[in-house]
């Protein structure tokens, strides 16, 4: 198996409506958020974990290929795994080393951290804007339905408007016959669209949690060369070239 070429997504995600993916409770006050969004460490910015937007992607594409196991059958809501080497979730996600028939995973999805024109812009209009100012306290309300008792709850959620800037690799291999007399390309070419494919559903799902209760709508912008950005209705597969590995040389 060769490495021969990386296909880079650069992207802007807006958050739509309020954005919760859940971080640490470690030190909770009283009186203080039940649920706080994760946050980093020392910037205490809100940003969105690359796992918990890779995660995404491959749960809603299982559901899409219809991928997932059988409700029925042991096994239900597990991590798909499987021994061919064209599968695209397998291929693109990753599959444990045990299992794995299709070489090292094709998509890498780094953290998205806060866009930094987005802050510029904050800035710019209140002068004491911090990144406190990204956050809200959304309350919900659970109501026993015979004793009509409530049971109050609170969450933190980043504010509607928030824009992160996201980075994605995906790895482009050829792979040589067992009898080291052919080669074939894997069809990573091909398989690159369900990328594409996963932000949208994504788009039309749910990010982070409380996505069944209004949270995590998102859009993603696709950065195509000097361009504007484009949105994924806007875009193909084919827009975004693939960069031999010799021009890093």
């Known amino acids: 198996m060769q490495y021969i070429g990386y296909k880079k997504i650069k992207a802007t995600i807006t958050v739509i409506t309020g954005l919760h993916i859940g971080g640490s409770t470690v030190g ?20 969105i974990p690359g796992s918990s937007l890779k995660g995404k992607m491959r749960s809603l594409m299982e559901l899409h290929l219809g991928k997932h196991n059988d409700p029925l059958i042991r096994g239900w809501g597990t991590v798909h795994t499987c021994a061919n080497s064209k ?11 045990d ?6 995973t094709r998509l890498v999805v780094r953290d998205a951290i806060l866009d930094d024109v987005y802050k510029e812009e904050q800035k710019r209009k209140n002068s004491n804007w911090t990144a406190l100012d990204l956050t809200e ?3 919900e309300n659970s109501i026993n339905r015979i004793t009509a008792r409530a049971n109050p709850r609170n969450f933190e959620r980043v504010v509607p408007g928030a824009k992160f800037s996201l980075e994605m690799i995906y790895r482009v291999f050829k792979r040589h016959g067992e009898d080291d007399k052919k080669s074939f390309e894997l069809e990573d070419e091909k398989l690159f669209e369900n990328v594409l494919t996963g932000l ?7 990010l982070g949690g409380a996505g069944s209760r209004g949270c995590g709508q998102v859009e993603f912008k696709i950065e195509i ?14 827009d975004i070239e693939t960069i031999p590995i010799k021009k890093l040389e």
Do not use: R, W
């Open 28 to 47: 909770l006050e009283i009186g203080g958020k039940d649920n706080p969004i994760i946050k980093h460490p020392v910037t205490k910015e809100p940003y």
């Open 87 to 97: 599968c695209p979730v397998c291929v693109i996600f990753g599959s444990s080393a």
């Open 99 to 104: 299992e794995s028939t299709s070489g090292p």
């Open 137 to 139: 306290s959304k309350y």
């Open 200 to 206: 949208k559903l994504i788009e039309n799902d749910a």
């Open 225 to 238: 060369g000097t361009g504007h950005p484009k949105s994924l209705a806007d875009i193909k597969s084919s």
